[in-house]
């Protein structure tokens, strides 16, 4: 009976004559109907049992979707509407919000363009490094807001979530998934949640587990009057969406990571952490990723797309087989494109979504609370808070690497004590070590300072002329010319960087 009603829902929901002849455009997922009718969107819940969700029950439809507008309308003002019956009549016609009993809900939405779903703007290349910068942002305010669950289990609801994803791989046992590898990845991910137990406890005391987003991938976010909007937050499992903050976060880098897009991965973990100054859980983040491409593989068999299935199913083993860290300094003088470089190499560079990079220019923005393009005084470039910036440069890295994280420190490294530092922080973290020094002769170098334009440095032309008068001591460092092209000189770093020994 309950099959057939929303068989019959359905076709009511896709008829144009339901909506004054509209036409309707129909999309489906593993878990609802969506109809897309003029301004609006009307989305059902599919009668599934999936087990990590179950929709079979009319009622408990209902609830979720009256969930859905409490978890989502202060985040995504204007977008969520309300909860409607289709109805039957006595003489047994369905009708949308009409008079008799209630055989389906559907969740009224404002519709918009799916042009402007994330995932759509980043498949046909129309994202950029800004809109993931505040796509970080954005999430590090959701997250902040979240309520704090520092009573949570974080090792229990990180073995449920194992279990529920191995459950449904062992649905497909021998149609989509080898029974070998499924053992041996449950197996694995469960020895992460072991090591890792003080952490995940830790941080759960500390605030960090919430009552997060829960299903924070492309597809649920939009963007609006310019800025990424998240929507469609998991409604309908609490142990799921009650979680490490960083695991939400894992969600996106992963999605983007699987899409080739693996710069922007980077750039939108690397943003959220300065954003919140939290490397604490970095260390969690093979484990986070693997299951995040763990729950994508088993929702795609859902869906009966194999191919995909087993793809993240591959990244789920992957993730969990990080390369060992690397630290790699940067040095040289204004101009000589060490930013450039750095963004060149730290995708390629450590465990995924690759290498942080820690820019002088940026801290020091940041420890003086400016934003990264305000101009600071003449002050804050004295000898003291230039102490305080290589502290803090060295600080990142060394705990970056700790958790066990690639980093790139980027700064002009002018004293040989300060290069010398950077090494070793490498060694004594047991971490490999490459330092590049860039130099190139000062006319490009002034013309590159000159025409800087909405940057982090503050250096002119004048503070270049200064730097070239002082003696840099020896340096050990690989010296790069760094006079050609950007790509001229990435091709030669990545000889020195990426070679195994």
Not at 247 to 253: E, G, M, N, P, R
Not at 301 to 325: D, I, S, T
Request: positive net charge; contains cysteine; aromatic residues 6%.
């Amino acid at each position: 009976m309950g099959e057939a009603d929303q068989a019959a829902a359905v076709a009511l929901l896709a008829d144009p004559a339901s909506h004054g002849g509209q036409a309707v455009e129909r999309m489906s997922t593993h878990a609802a109907h969506v109809f897309l009718v003029g301004d609006t969107a009307y989305k059902m819940k599919r009668a599934v049992d999936l087990g990590f969700l179950d929709f079979s029950a009319l009622a408990d439809r209902k609830r979720y979707l009256e969930r859905e507008i409490e978890l989502n309308a202060a985040g995504a003002p204007g977008l969520y509407r309300r909860v409607l019956a289709v109805t039957r009549s006595p003489d047994g016609k369905l009708a949308l919000a009409g008079a008799g009993e209630a055989v389906e809900y559907v969740l009224e939405m404002a519709r918009f363009d799916q042009a402007a779903r994330l995932d759509h703007i980043v498949e046909r290349g129309a994202a950029d490094a800004g809109m993931m910068r505040a796509l970080a942002a954005t999430v590090a305010a959701m997250l902040a807001r979240a309520e704090p669950r520092p009573d949570a289990d974080a090792p229990r609801l990180m073995l449920q979530v194992i279990d529920n994803n191995d459950a449904r791989f062992r649905a497909d046992l021998g149609t989509i998934f080898e029974a070998e590898r499924v053992e041996r990845l449950a197996r694995e991910q469960r020895r992460a949640v072991e090591r890792h137990r003080r952490l995940m406890t830790q941080r759960a005391r500390g605030g960090l587990v919430r009552r997060c987003h829960g299903d924070l991938h492309l597809a649920n976010i939009v963007v609006r009057n310019g800025l990424p909007v998240p929507f469609d937050a998991l409604e309908f499992n609490e142990d799921l969406a009650v979680t490490d903050v960083l695991y939400d976060v894992a969600f996106l880098a992963m999605d983007l990571w699987a899409r080739g897009r693996r710069e922007f991965a980077r750039l939108v973990l690397e943003h959220y952490l300065q954003a919140t100054m939290g490397l604490g859980g970095l260390a969690l983040l093979p484990l986070f990723l693997s299951l995040r491409a763990a729950v994508r593989s088993h929702v795609h068999a859902a869906m009966r797309q194999p191919e995909v299935a087993q793809r993240y199913f591959a990244l789920a083993e992957g993730f969990l087989a990080p390369p060992p860290p690397v630290l790699v300094a940067i040095g040289g003088l204004s101009g000589t494109g060490k930013s450039t470089l750095a963004r060149a190499l730290a995708a390629e560079l450590g465990p995924a979504p690759g290498a942080l990079v820690w820019r002088s220019d940026a801290l020091r923005k940041a420890l003086f609370d400016v934003p990264e393009t305000q101009a600071l005084p003449p002050a804050a470039y004295g000898r003291e808070a230039g102490q305080r910036v290589y502290r803090t440069l060295f600080a990142r890295g060394r705990d970056t690497l700790a958790a066990g994280h690639a980093a790139i420190l980027d700064a002009v490294f002018l004293l040989p004590e300060e290069r010398d530092r950077a090494q070793r922080i490498a060694e004594a973290m047991g971490a490999r070590w490459v330092g590049l020094w860039l130099e190139a002769s000062p006319e490009p170098l002034a013309k590159r300072v000159a025409d800087r334009r909405n940057d982090a440095s503050d250096a002119t032309v004048a503070v270049l002329k200064e730097q070239l008068t002082r003696p840099t001591g020896r340096i050990a460092w690989h010296r790069l010319d760094a006079g050609g092209t950007p790509d001229d000189v990435a091709k030669a770093a990545r000889a020195l960087v990426l070679r195994k020994s």
